[in-house]
């Protein structure tokens, strides 16, 4: 039984035993790209962990700042309304309508 078991997993030439899939062999292309898609969804879950641990520290260092710097309460000042409630100005200058024109 073993030997019929041997005979179906390794191939008859020889070389790397292979196991057999429903859709033949993994290329090296499939593998590449798995691996690759491996190492994206790492480095992603990675940087969201960062960003999230950076975003923590600026929160906190936001809040330590507003807890150094306390803005002065000042007392409110109340003025009485203004009756008016916009200036003009008029420029009251003399301009000539016609203009005269001395040769030499």
């Given at each position: 039984?073993l030997h019929l078991l041997l005979l179906f997993v390794l191939p008859q030439g020889?070389?790397?035993?292979?196991?057999?899939?429903?859709?033949?062999?993994?290329?090296?292309?499939?593998?590449?790209?798995?691996?690759?898609?491996?190492?994206?969804?790492?480095?992603?879950?990675?940087?969201?962990?960062?960003?999230?641990?950076?975003?923590?520290?600026?929160?906190?260092?936001?809040?330590?700042?507003?807890?150094?710097?306390?803005?002065?309460?000042?007392?409110?000042?109340?003025?009485?309304?203004?009756?008016?409630?916009?200036?003009?100005?008029?420029?009251?200058?003399?301009?000539?309508?016609?203009?005269?024109?001395?040769?030499?």
């Amino acid at each position: 039984m073993l030997h019929l078991l041997l005979l179906f997993v390794l191939p008859q030439g020889g070389g790397i035993p292979r196991l057999p899939s429903a859709g033949g062999d993994v290329s090296d292309l499939g593998a590449a790209l798995i691996a690759l898609a491996c190492i994206i969804v790492i480095l992603g879950f990675v940087g969201i962990v960062y960003h999230c641990c950076m975003w923590s520290r600026y929160v906190a260092y936001r809040e330590r700042v507003k807890r150094m710097y306390v803005a002065p309460r000042y007392e409110p000042v109340f003025v009485e309304p203004s009756l008016k409630e916009y200036e003009t100005q008029v420029l009251q200058m003399s301009i000539p309508l016609m203009t005269t024109v001395v040769a030499a």
